[in-house]
């Protein structure tokens, strides 16, 4: 495996791995907070935010305090995140794939090279993804077009990936590849390798600077030791595996929820009219006005305690896992978390799509000026509720309500 170089940040807020409670988390949330509005509105790429948590190494927060990182919880890494989604739910699912890597492949290495791969992360290097085909019959899956060819001691890949959430703004990209046996395997590859081309194609009505477009593999090579395949108990073959990027989505949406909030609350506050058959010239002293403000921060709420809820039936199947508990133990809980997970995004998202359409009950007609922005929140929640739709979760929930019939132990759950 090639050294990896993890290059220098565009601005250094922060040295050292973040402690999830670590006071300056607050300057680099407000940073980034700062400019989502008009990054959005302008489609800048947020390369600079990504810069700014590159040199934090916020990235290492589930890595050991031994290791470089911050020994950090599920709770407390879902904490982080639902924060850093209320900043810039874009800059937070930029993330989503990073996290997945490590908890897949790094935080507890098994050879030299996940080892090497800690490091990296450790140094603040950042995780994409390049798994979808969009040509496949069944999205998100496999059979992957995307086949190992030997090549010498190694191996060469051509392809096309799509929805690459994440890899323009990172320092390697996990790839899911098909094995010339018929299995499947994850490559961990630097972007920057002869025959990587990222393209920013992604189209989409929300989600806009998360990069989520094309990844070309043109002839790529691939050493050895940058081959992981798929196995029981390892990476993508450990059973409810998923349930982290799932409920790190359902996370995006909780923060886009605060976000909600606090924007309605700074417009209710700001008003200088009302309507005419209002029942008082006062904007804040509108009943009606103060009841639609007090149902988003109950949704806030709601949407908040499920994810940390979620995040701790997390943390228990990591410790029964960790402790060396039998496995039916440890799938037990992970099938928890699991559960637990599908149920919070069957509500979250219902709760985030009609808080950010309350909104504009809170603000009138100016809120919905284009220079405001505030339909971004509508529809990047709408784009990540659509992700995994929650009618196929919904229906897997009532099957299990009827009769017990366990969750599919697949990536969607």
Not at 19 to 46: K, N, V, W
């Amino acid at each position: 495996m090639n050294e990896i170089v993890v290059p220098s940040a565009a601005a250094t807020l922060l040295g050292g791995p973040l402690r999830p409670d670590a006071p300056a988390l607050d300057a680099l949330f407000d940073t980034i907070a700062a400019g989502s509005a008009q990054r959005e509105y302008e489609r800048i790429l947020p390369h600079e935010p990504l810069g700014l948590i590159r040199s934090a190494k916020l990235g290492a927060l589930r890595l050991p305090v031994e290791a470089g990182g911050a020994g950090a919880s599920f709770r407390e890494l879902f904490g982080v995140v639902l924060r850093l989604a209320t900043a810039d739910a874009n800059v937070a699912h930029i993330l989503r794939n990073h996290f997945t890597f490590v908890e897949r492949y790094a935080r507890t290495p098994r050879n030299a090279a996940e080892e090497g791969w800690r490091r990296a992360v450790a140094d603040g290097a950042i995780v994409g993804l390049a798994n979808t085909e969009s040509d496949a019959k069944v999205v998100g899956g496999s059979p992957f077009a995307t086949v190992l060819r030997p090549d010498g001691d190694g191996w060469r890949i051509s392809g096309r990936k799509y929805y690459s959430t994440g890899t323009i703004f990172s320092d390697l990209v996990l790839v899911r590849v098909a094995t010339p046996e018929g299995g499947n395997a994850s490559l961990i590859l630097p972007v920057k390798r002869e025959g990587i081309e990222i393209v920013d194609d992604w189209d989409g009505i929300g989600q806009r600077l998360t990069g989520s477009g094309t990844t070309i593999f043109n002839d790529v090579r691939v050493e050895p030791d940058e081959v992981v395949p798929d196995g029981t108990g390892v990476g993508y073959g450990t059973a409810y595996s998923s349930t982290l990027p799932q409920l790190y989505l359902t996370t995006v949406n909780a923060g886009i929820l605060a976000a909600v909030l606090r924007d309605a609350t700074a417009l209710l506050k700001s008003r200088k009219h009302t309507y005419f058959f209002a029942p008082t010239p006062v904007a804040t002293e509108d009943p009606i006005l103060q009841q639609a403000l007090g149902e988003i921060s109950a949704a806030a709420y709601a949407a908040e305690a499920l994810v940390l809820a979620t995040a701790d039936a997390l943390d228990v199947a990591d410790a029964l896992r960790a402790s060396g508990a039998s496995s039916e133990e440890v799938n037990a809980a992970a099938h928890g978390a699991a559960l637990k997970a599908a149920r919070a995004k069957v509500i979250i998202d219902d709760l985030t799509l009609r808080s950010a359409s309350q909104l504009f009950d809170v603000g009138g007609a100016s809120a919905a000026h284009r220079a405001v922005n505030l339909d971004r929140h509508w529809r990047n929640a709408r784009t990540l509720a659509s992700h995994n739709p929650r009618s196929y979760k919904a229906r897997l929930l009532g099957l299990h309500a009827i009769d017990g019939t366990p969750l599919p132990p697949s990536s969607f759950f």
